[in-house]
Structures are given as structure tokens and as C-alpha cells.
């Protein structure tokens, strides 16, 4: 099944590094990845990224979901079934 997932992660080295790595240990795939800076205070180099990545795996994402939130670049992250 697939599974979408939002996340913001602090714009830190080696935070999507961290990302993938927990994804796929968890049993999950990553499909595509996308992603962006965005800013809580409106200057142009941005705090924080805005990524978006499609997952596929057999696992209950709630898992998934858990553990990402339990890393520290992560700020928050929402998981959603793919049409």
C-alpha cells in the first residue's frame, strides 16, 4: 500500500540522510521525494524544510509515523493513504 507522508524537518546536515534511513528500516519504500525551504520569519535562506515523499510498504504506517517523530530534525510529520 502507499501512503504519503508531510513532513518538516529542521534544516540540519544530515537530516534527510536520517529520514530515509529510519523510512526504510521500518519496512517502507520511499516512491519519490520532494521537497522545499520554507521560513517562519520571512528571510530567504529559510529555517526549516517542507518535505513531501510517497512511501510503499506492507507495514501499518502508524509505525512509520512513530518513529520519524521520534527523531530529532523532526518536527512534525502527518501520514495519509494515497488515492
Known sequence: ?????????????????RVLGTTERRGFQPVSVDGGIQSRSGRADGDR???????????????????????????????SPCA
Open 49 to 79: 524544510w517542507h518535505l513531501r515523499m510517497t512511501v510503499e510498504g506492507e507495514r501499518e504506517p502508524e509505525s512509520l509515523q512513530h518513529q520519524l517523530a521520534k527523531l530529532y530534525d523532526c518536527l512534525d510529520v502527518q501520514v
Open 1 to 17: 500500500m502507499r501512503y504519503q507522508l508531510d513532513l518538516t524537518l529542521r534544516r540540519a546536515e544530515g537530516a534527510l540522510v
